[in-house]
């Protein structure tokens, strides 16, 4: 079965301090990834994605992350963290969806990241 | 930046009635739009893909009677949930994209409480 694994339900960090919120899936074919940040009671909002090509992924607001294909992870990092980073974080992949011929996300459950001054 | 727009972004109703909610593609042609639920602190489920012009798929599990999509233009599809119950209480994000393999983009969401 596809999937994704947050196996974090919260990660705690000292403000300036690095952060790494991680992410592994289990799909079969080459990975899509994606991260998205989720302030309350907002949507989605894009931060990065990992289609082909150099492992590591630079994204929005300072973050990225790194494809590992053994590992089968795809870990969200900063090398500094701030109080405004305090959200909730998804990893998610791409799948083929089984009808229709089009492709779908399927989510992680989510990663609450408290940044603390 | 594309926008998505979702409206309302709230809205409370009582059992056993209708509530639509909206999501709107503001600079962007949306050929395909995605409705989702949330429950609290829990990921989000794809509850169906529509694109414009065909009927929507629904995901195993929901109930295409119950939850009413419309994709009739390629800015706007609709989510209607019929006769709603207050386990239908949860938080509703759409999310749009222009082409496949184009990005993803979210609205707000709405939260919908079913007294």
């Known amino acids: 079965a596809q999937s994704v694994a947050q196996p974090e339900d919260q990660v705690n960090v000292a403000e300036g301090n690095p952060l790494t919120v991680k992410c592994t899936y289990s799909v079969s074919g080459n990975p899509y990834l994606f991260w998205y940040v989720q302030y309350p009671n907002r949507g989605l909002q894009f931060l990065l994605k990992y289609i082909t090509g150099d492992n590591l992924v630079k994204g929005s607001y300072g973050f990225e992350a790194e494809f590992n294909k053994s590992q089968t992870s795809f870990h969200l990092k900063k090398p500094s963290a701030l109080v405004s980073d305090s959200a909730l974080y998804f990893c998610a992949v791409r799948v083929p969806h089984l009808s229709g011929g089009y492709n779908k996300l399927i989510f992680g459950a989510g990663t609450r990241l408290a940044v603390h001054p | ?115």
């Open chain 2, 1 to 115: 930046g594309a926008v998505v727009s979702q409206h309302p972004s709230w809205v409370i109703c009582k059992s056993g009635t209708s509530v639509k909610i909206e999501c709107r593609s503001l600079d962007f042609q949306a050929t395909t739009m995605f409705w989702y639920r949330q429950f609290p602190k829990q990921s989000l489920m794809l509850m169906a893909t529509s694109n414009e012009g065909s009927k929507a798929t629904y995901e195993q599990g929901v109930e295409k009677d119950k939850f009413l999509i419309n994709h009739a233009s390629l800015t706007l599809s609709t989510l209607t949930v019929t006769s709603a119950h207050p386990e239908d209480s949860s938080f509703y994000i759409c999310s749009a994209r222009e082409a496949p393999g184009s990005p993803l983009h979210f609205g707000n969401g709405t939260r919908l409480t079913v007294t």
